[in-house]
Every structure is written in structure tokens, then in C-alpha cells.
């Protein structure tokens, strides 16, 4: 459905985008993940037509979106961070004009009554845009992204500003869309990509850094080995001798005390499992080990690796 080849944006001598490639398929519902600046938007407006590239391409469904605009930009829609509102409208009259704006040829009174219950803003159409608060003007704007039935839907940071009940509709939203269009969704937000999206892509510094799926992004990186280890004896010293262990990255306190024992969250370097090591060091110190258990990295934590690791290097 997307395909981006070689693409780069340069301004002067600032790479803003750096020679990204990836594709994205029908139905697929993608994060694209980085922190602020690290060439999200840039990507989405070059995607979406609203900034030329300086070199690469964009084809949506086989159509270049810089030589074959219009029929390209027929099956995108597009939500930017700050979404364009004429706020002097009414939500029905702000989606009429975009309706007949994109040139659709639906009803326009059934199609726009479906895009409005689809976004829950139906029982607010009559009201000023202005007179919205900030969560209903972030549906209207995914309104407006969505006449026209487009096969692709582009929303860049669409719960910046929300309030926690204003973000769990608007993922909810996200969600359902899923169900019927091609979604990317551009965020710095963590719990956003793992809340709706099926696939992450990382980008920072302009460079993509990582392309995983949600639930194996935690093998997208070379990622030490964590367990959860609950250990008898005195706490001091079982963090002193543990850390003292060959293949062993940190050791932390985890926890409160039960009885004579604490829980350590404990990291192997890659490749080294240390369980049997470990286990021997603690039975020849006659401290016992009561339980282990392997503990994931979240997704935080395997973000920050992966821009500090694979920083976007030239």
C-alpha cells in the first residue's frame, strides 16, 4: 500500500530525514515512534504531499505522490499534529466543506452521518467548532481525515493536549479505524504504540533504527537478560557480591523486605545466562535462593536503548 524508497529531506545542511526506506501494508496499523524532532512529521507531511522530498519516493497503491498527486492523495487521510479547523463553523458545516472540498461523490447527508457516529461527535454537530472542547475537536479533525472514505489514515500526535478519559477514547477510535483502513500513527508517547499498534517503526535522527512488530519489539535490540530474584541473607552485601559476578550488569534492590529476604532485579549480559552461576554463588555464601523469574524490558526502556545504541549514526 506505502512504499518509501531512499527518502531525504534536507534543509541546508540539516538532515531532517535521512535516506529511510520501509513499506507498510493494507490493514496494518503502524506506529512510527521517536522522540520530539526526530523526523516524524517530516516523514508524514513528505507521505502525505504537504512537503516535497529532496531526493527518494512515496507511492501510495502504485502512485507516486509527488508525480501522480491527486490520485494519490485520494486514498490518504491525514490528521496533523495542530489539525486545521475553521472554528467558526459548526462541526456539520466544517465536514460539508471538506466533503465537497476532496470532490467526494457519496451522499453527502448518510456519508457524513456515518463519519460523525464513527467518531462520536454526532449529538455535538451543531455546535461552534471554537465552543469544542479540546478532546471533540481532536474527533473532528479525525473527522475530517476521514471523508471520503480514504483507504489510509495518517494521524500525527493525536492526543498531545488530552486528557487521560480524551486519550482512551481517542485509542479506542484508533483502534476501530483499524478495522477498516491502513493507519499509521506518528507519537513519542510509549503506551500509544503498545495500546493500538500492531507494528513499531523507530526513527530518531532521521534514520530508522528499528522495524519489529509490537509483541517481538522487545528482539529488535541486542537486550541483556533480567530476572527477578528473591534471595535470604543480608541485602548489602548479596548486592555487592552479585554485582562482583563475571557477566553481571546491575543489580538493584526490588521491593520490601519479607522476613529475612528481598527481591533483586538482576541483568545478564546478552548471551550469558547466569542462573547456574549465580545459583552457586549464593549457596556457597549460605544465602538462599527462594525464587527466579525472567522479567521482560518495557517498552521504555527498549526505546531509550535503541536511540542511545543506534543513535542514527551517518
Not at 535516506?19 to 524532532?37: A, H, K, Q, W, Y
Not at 456515518?114 to 478532546?135: A, T, Y
Not at 541483568?267 to 556457597?284: G, M, T, V, Y
Request: glycine content about 8%; proline content about 4%.
Amino acid at each position: 500500500m506505502i512504499e518509501i524508497k531512499n527518502l531525504v529531506k534536507r534543509f541546508g545542511n540539516h538532515f531532517a530525514v535521512d535516506d529511510i526506506s520501509f513499506t507498510i501494508d493494507d490493514g496494518e496499523i503502524v506506529g512510527f515512534l521517536g522522540p520530539n524532532g526526530a523526523g516524524k512529521s517530516t516523514t508524514m507531511n513528505m507521505i502525505t504531499g504537504y512537503l516535497s522530498s529532496t531526493s527518494g519516493s512515496v507511492s501510495v497503491d502504485g502512485y507516486d505522490i509527488f508525480e501522480s498527486p491527486v490520485e494519490a492523495k485520494r486514498l490518504i487521510g491525514f490528521l496533523p499534529e495542530q489539525p486545521p479547523l475553521y472554528i467558526d463553523m459548526t462541526v456539520w458545516e466544517y465536514l460539508s466543506f471538506v466533503y465537497d472540498l476532496k470532490g467526494c461523490d457519496f451522499n453527502k447527508q448518510k456519508h457524513l452521518t456515518e463519519v460523525c457516529e464513527l467518531v462520536k461527535v454526532l449529538d455535538v454537530k451543531n455546535r461552534l467548532i471554537r465552543n469544542l472542547s479540546k478532546g471533540y475537536k481532536q474527533r473532528v479533525g479525525i473527522a475530517s481525515a476521514l471523508v471520503g472514505n480514504p483507504k489510509i489514515i495518517i494521524l500525527d500526535e493525536p492526543t498531545v493536549g488530552l486528557d487521560p478519559k480524551q486519550i482512551i477514547d481517542i485509542r479506542s477510535l484508533i483502534r476501530n479505524l483499524g478495522k477498516k483502513h491502513t493507519v499509521i500513527l506518528s507519537t513519542h508517547i510509549m503506551q500509544e504504540v503498545q495500546a493500538v499498534c500492531e507494528r513499531i517503526i523507530v526513527i530518531n535522527q532521521g534514520k530508522i533504527i528499528a522495524d519489529e512488530k509490537t509483541a517481538s519489539f522487545n528482539n529488535a535490540i541486542n537486550q541483556n537478560t533480567r530476572y527477578r530474584v528473591k534471595i535470604a541473607g543480608p541485602s548489602k552485601e548479596i548486592m555487592r557480591h552479585i554485582r562482583s559476578l563475571v557477566g553481571i550488569v546491575s543489580c538493584e534492590l526490588h521491593g520490601e523486605r519479607e522476613g529475612d529476604a528481598f527481591s533483586y532485579d538482576i541483568e545478564s549480559a546478552q548471551n550469558i545466562d547466569i542462573r547456574k552461576s549465580l545459583f552457586r554463588a549464593l549457596a556457597d555464601k549460605g544465602w538462599p535462593m527462594l525464587g527466579m523469574e525472567p522479567i521482560g524490558m518495557e517498552l521504555e526502556d527498549i526505546f531509550l536503548k535503541l536511540i542511545n545504541t543506534k543513535g542514527g549514526k551517518k
